[in-house]
């Protein structure tokens, strides 16, 4: 019993020893015969296609979007001289369509046509003067003649005799007074202001006997000449469309839809 006992210690002990040993004795057989892979030749493998000729032509392309139809032109109706309003056209009312040169607003005209009388008058009296001092020139030219060559002097007396500095101050004083009528008059006309395009009323802000500014807004006119249907194309899209340039390209063609309800519709090509 007490061997028993004694050979199962020692078979406990040397286990380990046995099992490191072992595993050791089979590494290294494994490691000095390793496994052998034989390489295979690969196979030749040919795959089947179909070949067709390309040929160049053109296809078309359908572009498609929704727009919003608006008016290209839109003008806002600027006072370009001040005064009392006196006169106010049917045409000038939110929602009225009016024709391009209409009247449409009139301002109190007494006070520019008196200063119209005024600058005539000014204008009058500068060719006065003018023609007075062509008359003084004559005077001092038929005197220059008269003086001998001994006793004529230089520029500086000429010019005195000939009064040619009197004449060019009184030629620019008829001039400025030309430009002041011309003035005047053009304030007197703009006294009526008229529709600048045919087109329709969006807002006003005026009414009769209202005094109004130079600079003033009176009203905005959407212009009904020229339409033109604002759209959103997508950048993938957007290469297949060209558009004018300056050297007379033609852009791509548009076909305009405006579907009115029950199957109707309105088609415009552009």
């Not at 006793?151 to 400025?176: H, N, P, T, V, Y």
Request: neutral net charge.
């Amino acid at each position: 019993m007490a061997s028993f006992k004694l050979s199962s210690a020692i078979l406990s002990k040397l286990l380990p020893v046995i099992i490191v040993a072992a595993g050791i004795g089979i590494s290294g057989a494994i490691a000095s015969n390793p496994p052998q892979v034989k390489a295979k030749k690969a196979k030749n493998t040919a795959q089947l296609v179909s070949v067709i000729k390309a040929n160049l032509q053109t296809e078309q392309v359908n572009v498609s979007g929704f727009g919003v139809v608006q008016a290209r032109k839109t003008q806002q109706l600027i006072m370009q001289v001040g005064g009392v309003v006196v006169q106010q056209s049917q045409q000038l009312l939110v929602g009225a369509k009016g024709k391009q040169g209409e009247s449409l607003l009139q301002l109190d005209v007494h006070e520019y046509q008196m200063k119209e009388i005024q600058a005539r008058a000014t204008q009058a009296s500068a060719q006065a003067e003018l023609t007075d001092e062509l008359g003084q020139q004559y005077v001092g030219q038929q005197e220059w003649q008269r003086l001998e060559d001994s006793a004529r002097g230089g520029d500086l007396q000429k010019r005195l005799i000939l009064r040619i500095d009197q004449l060019q101050a009184k030629e620019a004083a008829l001039a400025s007074a030309k430009s002041s009528l011309a003035l005047t008059q053009l304030d007197l006309r703009r006294t009526h202001l008229q529709a600048s395009c045919e087109g329709f009323v969006e807002s006003e802000n005026i009414e009769i006997g209202q005094v109004v500014k130079v600079g003033e807004q009176v009203a905005t006119l959407v212009c009904s000449d020229t339409f033109e249907v604002v759209t959103n194309i997508s950048l993938e899209e957007l290469q297949w469309l060209s558009f004018p340039d300056e050297n007379g390209q033609q852009g791509s063609s548009v076909k305009i839809i405006q579907t009115l309800g029950k199957g109707k519709s309105v088609v415009k090509d552009v």
